[in-house]
């Protein structure tokens, strides 16, 4: 256990526990800034949002140990299950309560824009990498 925690698990909690204070702080301002004194959603929302940064997760953790060269194919390996999971996820919150008529839509929009901007930040990583080796 203490090999897993130190390859790969101890850096995936860390960024775990990180994007969901930012994303808890910047949804709780959002609200705030509005008038809004408490969450509409109540907890189910921050399990909501709980289940969906873990998906994140899992992407990047795969995104960084899947053993494939090519970094779009790598992207896109990565990008379809956990989209697929991501929507499976919302699918699943409408046992508890009806969704809203634009979930997916949203879901798709906030995932997938999140997806691009960490894709394109990692392949202009990986380019100066490449640049400063030679």
């Given at each position: ?8 698990l ?14 808890t ?15 509409p ?47 499976f ?37 990986e ?8």
């Open positions: 256990m203490k090999k897993i925690w130190n390859s790969w101890r850096n995936a909690t860390f960024i775990y526990c990180v994007i969901y204070t930012i994303v702080l910047v949804n709780s301002i959002g609200y705030l800034i509005t008038g809004v004194y408490s969450d959603s109540g907890n189910w929302h921050e399990i909501d949002r709980a289940l969906v940064v873990l998906i994140g997760i899992i992407a990047y953790e795969m995104a960084t140990k899947l053993p494939i060269k090519n970094t779009v194919i790598k992207m896109i390996t990565t990008y379809i299950p956990t989209m697929l999971l991501t929507f996820y919302v699918w699943t919150t409408s046992f508890r309560e009806p969704l809203a008529k634009s979930a997916y839509q949203d879901i798709f929009i906030n995932y997938t824009g999140l997806f691009l901007i960490i894709s394109i930040v990692v392949i202009i990583s380019k100066k990498k490449h640049k400063n080796k030679q």
